[in-house]
């Protein structure tokens, strides 16, 4: 079984670089079927994709958040980040990696993080 | 369109059958997955593809679609399966994936 664990500042200022790390456990991202992938969730509201990076560091982004994001791979340390820039309070989410699958009709996301908020103060 | 719309609420008897709806234009082209969310806790994928369900989730939990409209069946509902109830499918234009409104499900 796939585990994740997000990491990260809980507190970003406003306008500077949201960075988050996922360590996954039991499982080798090296190698792997699964794209890794981080999604969001703002308070009290539903939850958004952000993107996906697989481990030839291909990366596939929300339009939406495109030109903000940036996703890494560590093979050797199984770990995988999030950087996103120039945040807001807009930004203010619990943010969870997840393995994600794919095959052209079919889509999921099979294994999630426990989820770590963000705040972004002003 | 992009969007997945779901009904807000939904509440179920222990022991009925409850079924939460997905509609969007993407479902045409691509399957919904579905996922359990309860409070202050991660979401957990209940069912996928046509129907299939990971290990470990039970079998009162199946998944269908038609046409634009995906559902999610729980067949004897338990008091476990009180939660928030996610749909998810790539959208229309293929560039993203997107979630649906949620669907709060109350078992009475």
């Known amino acids: 079984q796939v585990q994740l664990r997000e990491s990260g500042p809980g507190l970003v200022k406003a306008s500077q670089t949201l960075s988050l790390t996922c360590t996954v456990s039991?499982?080798?991202?090296?190698?792997?079927?699964?794209?890794w992938s981080w999604i969001r969730q703002l308070p009290g509201k539903g939850l958004e994709w952000i993107g996906y990076?697989?481990?030839?560091?291909?990366?596939y982004y929300n339009p939406s958040l495109k030109s903000r994001v940036s996703l890494s791979i560590e093979s050797s340390k199984n770990q995988f980040s999030l950087n996103l820039r120039s945040v807001t309070a807009a930004d203010t989410a619990v943010y969870y990696c997840a393995t994600f699958l794919g095959d052209g009709y079919n889509y999921y996301f099979e294994h999630w993080g426990q989820g770590t908020l963000v705040t972004v103060s002003s | 369109s992009s969007e997945l719309t779901q009904d807000p609420a939904v509440s179920v008897a222990l022991g009925q059958t409850v079924t939460i709806t997905c509609q969007g234009d993407?479902?045409?082209?691509?399957?919904a997955s579905w996922y359990q969310q309860k409070p202050g806790q991660a979401p957990v994928l209940v069912v996928y593809?046509?129907?299939s369900r990971p290990s470990g989730i039970p079998g009162r939990f199946s998944g269908s679609t038609s046409k634009n409209k995906a559902s999610l069946t729980i067949t004897g509902a338990q008091a476990e399966d009180e939660a928030d109830y996610f749909c998810?499918?790539?959208?229309?234009?293929?560039?993203?994936?997107?979630f649906g409104t949620g669907t709060k499900v109350t078992v009475l």
């Open positions: 993407s479902l045409r082209s691509y399957y």
């Open positions: 998810n499918s790539r959208d229309s234009s293929g560039d993203s994936y997107v």
């Open positions: 990076i697989d481990d030839s560091e291909t990366t």
């Open positions: 039991d499982y080798s991202i090296s190698g792997s079927d699964y794209y």
């Open positions: 593809g046509k129907n």
